[in-house]
């Protein structure tokens, strides 16, 4: 601490003395900003948007949520299950507005905790396939119980990321 207080006194003292023989004043120069480049070729999508949970029919209105690191799906109830060694689950997807329903069984990729107010969530992790737009994508989901959220389907940052601005000022932007 006082090597750099006696730094900096003995430059300042330097600077004094060089500005009062040659009236010379010190320039200040004013900090350059640098913004890193929005890439304009992404697609700007709302709050709310149409996703399909391939190989569904009928999309499920989405909350798309920067603030989640994985996508989540409401799947209610699934059950563990093990083959070829590996860990899997099975589960039905009901589509809550059309009454569409179709039974999944996928390989257990990862568990996950979810930080929430109430406590840590503990949910499996799947790969499943999505329609956005024009766009199919294979992602990871967590599975949830998302009977109490208004959708049935969360689009989180492993999906924007690199693909998608979110404007929370609009809905339903895509095809």
């Known amino acids: 601490m006082k090597k750099n207080c006696k730094s900096a006194f003995i430059i300042g003292l330097i600077l004094m003395t060089c500005s009062c023989q040659n009236n ?35 999309p499920f209105p989405a909350r798309i949520d920067t603030g989640a ?25 009901d589509h809550n507005g059309t009454g569409e329903k179709l039974h999944f069984e996928k390989k257990i990729k990862r568990r996950t905790s979810i930080r929430r ?10 790969n499943m396939d999505i329609k ?24 989180g940052r492993n999906i924007l990321s690199g693909r998608f601005i979110v404007d929370p000022s609009i809905e339903n932007t895509l095809p």
Do not use: C
């Open 24 to 58: 010379v004043k010190p320039t200040i120069v004013p900090a350059v900003e640098v913004k890193q480049p929005v890439k304009h070729s992404l697609e700007v999508i709302g709050a709310v948007e149409n996703v399909y949970v391939l190989p569904m029919k009928v």
């Open 69 to 93: 690191e994985t996508s989540s799906i409401d799947v209610g109830k699934f059950k563990t299950f093990e083959r070829d060694g590996e860990k899997w689950v099975s589960f039905d997807l």
């Open 117 to 126: 107010i109430n406590g840590d969530e503990h949910r499996v992790v799947v």
């Open 132 to 155: 956005m737009g024009k766009d199919i994508i294979n992602a990871d989901f967590t599975l949830a119980d998302r009977e109490k959220f208004t959708y049935q389907v969360l689009i």
